[in-house]
């Protein structure tokens, strides 16, 4: 899937490596996609929250709220999110609370495999299809989703579910599940790399394991902090000859050419990480800043537009 159609999905997950710039992604494209005009819903999966502080919002916690025009957060976590499908089961508080508070079956709950992972991800498939008056409740759904390991886990819950479980009520959810993940009209699982050697390793991994064991619809990769290609070849020829020189001219000709050895080693990564996935990449740049917030987050998506 080319990158100009991603936010014509319903869903878009967005995971990589640790430390690569997830969140900032997710930000970004949600303020992309209501600048045009769109509801969007940004869910981070049972973590230390990131993408409501950076727009500017304080933490949302497990209820949906909104953080700027158009974008809404929230914070998916398993025992808030078994509340809510316990309660869509069971219709009754009470009831709900006389069995899912007792201490010995939330002690049995624990134990049963994978049931964290079904919960949020029910809970954020549940957003991706849920309706308001007969129109669909978000325009977009964005996934801020854990790292490439625990991504990978929480994706392929549906599939194993449909492996292991007879018909029944967990089944038919795992079915819905499945159908709304593996449905390329409706869901792009998009990758965020570093121009780095073991992030864009990580990458072609994930990726692999995407197109080959959960068989889901993959969308774009961005290539996070690419620094800028300020110096041409004559330039960087120059700044050699300077770099000699006394102060202040010898020490920024050395500045100027660390960046340019910089850029160059992110190239021959991108290089590397195009080969690798076979498709074009979407660079991001390398925004320098002292307070990451909302003006950066701007940066990046003004550099999305027009590419996706």
Request: charged content about 25%; aromatic content about 4%.
């Amino acid at each position: 899937m080319s990158g100009s159609d991603l936010l014509d999905r319903r869903l878009v997950v967005v995971t990589g490596k640790g430390g690569v710039g997830k969140s900032t992604v997710s930000a970004a494209l949600a303020v992309l996609a209501a600048r045009r005009g769109k509801r969007v819903l940004v869910a981070e999966v049972d973590a230390r929250e990131r993408v409501a502080p950076m727009l500017g919002g304080r933490p949302t916690g497990p209820v949906v709220r909104p953080v700027l025009p158009g974008i809404s957060t929230v914070n998916v976590d398993p025992r808030h999110a078994l509340e809510e499908y316990a309660l869509l089961v069971v219709k009754v508080r009470a009831l709900y609370q006389a069995v899912f508070e007792n201490r010995v079956v939330r002690f049995f709950l624990r134990a049963v495999p994978s049931l964290a992972e079904t919960l949020m991800l029910g809970k954020i498939l549940h957003e991706a299809r849920s309706e308001d008056r007969g129109r669909p409740r978000w325009d977009l759904v964005v996934v801020d989703a854990p790292a490439t390991g625990h991504a990978l886990q929480l994706l392929g819950v549906p599939r194993a579910l449909l492996d292991t479980v007879p018909g029944g009520p967990l089944r038919r959810d795992a079915e819905w599940m499945q159908a709304l993940l593996s449905d390329p009209a409706r869901t792009s699982v998009a990758l965020v790399a570093l121009p780095e050697e073991m992030p864009v390793t990580e990458t072609a991994e994930l990726d692999a394991r995407l197109r080959d064991d959960l068989r889901l619809p993959r969308g774009p990769v961005f290539l996070n902090a690419m620094p800028e290609a300020r110096f041409t070849v004559s330039d960087i020829a120059r700044l050699r000859d300077l770099s000699g020189s006394p102060p202040p001219l010898g020490p920024a000709a050395r500045a100027g050419l660390l960046q340019a050895e910089q850029r160059e080693r992110a190239d021959e990564q991108a290089d590397r990480l195009r080969s690798l996935l076979g498709r074009p990449l979407l660079p991001l740049p390398l925004v320098a800043s002292d307070r990451w917030g909302r003006r950066s987050v701007e940066r990046i998506a003004d550099a999305m537009d027009g590419a996706i």
